[in-house]
């Protein structure tokens, strides 16, 4: 399978190893990948690609702290509303515990995420919920609905 076109992803996560399996498999399925190991990584790349951009994945939490990712979510609307642009659509992963996990798609939402995906995931959701993300995001330029995956 290969995404229907050109996309490019920005993936935030500060094991070094799931970005690599992440990052791989994306672009296995023809994504453009970038990478960023902190949220003020993930800052700069974002500013500099903005308007490349298709999808944001990240982690919540990071080597910097709990809930960075879904700072970073807050951070990226933020960023929307003052330069304008289309909404992108943005996946969290969460390593957390089956208990946390409503707690995590109530903020995930009230911040502007789009998909809230457990670790460990398969290849196969991390790449659908993607691809529909995309896809739902160059139909509508307004916003995409929350969804939980």
Same mark, same amino acid.
């Given at each position: 399978?290969?995404?229907?076109?050109?996309?490019?992803?920005?993936?935030?996560?500060?094991?070094?190893?799931?970005?690599?399996?992440?990052?791989?498999?994306?672009?296995?399925?023809? +994504?453009?990948?970038?990478?960023?190991?902190?949220?003020?990584?993930?800052?700069?790349?974002?500013?500099?690609?903005?308007h490349?951009?298709?999808?944001?994945?990240?982690?919540?939490?990071?080597? %910097?702290g709990?809930?960075?990712?879904?700072? +970073?979510?807050? +951070?990226?609307?933020?960023e929307?509303?003052? @330069?304008?642009?289309?909404?992108? /659509?943005?996946?969290?992963?969460?390593?957390? %515990?089956? %208990?946390?996990? @409503?707690?995590?798609?109530?903020?995930?939402?009230?911040?502007? %995420?789009?998909?809230?995906?457990?670790? /460990?995931?398969?290849?196969?959701?991390?790449?659908?919920?993607?691809?529909?993300?995309?896809?739902?995001?160059?139909?509508?330029?307004?916003?995409?609905? /929350?969804?939980?995956?």
């Open positions: 399978m290969h995404n229907p076109s050109p996309a490019t992803i920005l993936l935030i996560d500060d094991d070094k190893a799931v970005r690599k399996a992440v990052r791989d498999m994306y672009e296995e399925y023809g +994504f453009t990948v970038l990478e960023a190991e902190t949220p003020e990584a993930a800052k700069a790349l974002y500013k500099e690609n903005r490349a951009l298709s999808l944001i994945v990240t982690d919540n939490d990071s080597a %910097g709990q809930d960075k990712g879904l700072e +970073f979510i807050r +951070f990226v609307r933020g929307e509303r003052q @330069h304008g642009g289309a909404r992108l /659509p943005i996946i969290l992963l969460t390593g957390v %515990g089956s %208990g946390r996990i @409503h707690e995590l798609t109530v903020l995930m939402e009230e911040a502007g %995420g789009e998909a809230l995906i457990a670790k /460990p995931s398969s290849s196969e959701q991390l790449y659908t919920t993607a691809k529909t993300l995309i896809e739902a995001s160059r139909k509508s330029e307004n916003s995409v609905a /929350p969804q939980r995956w």
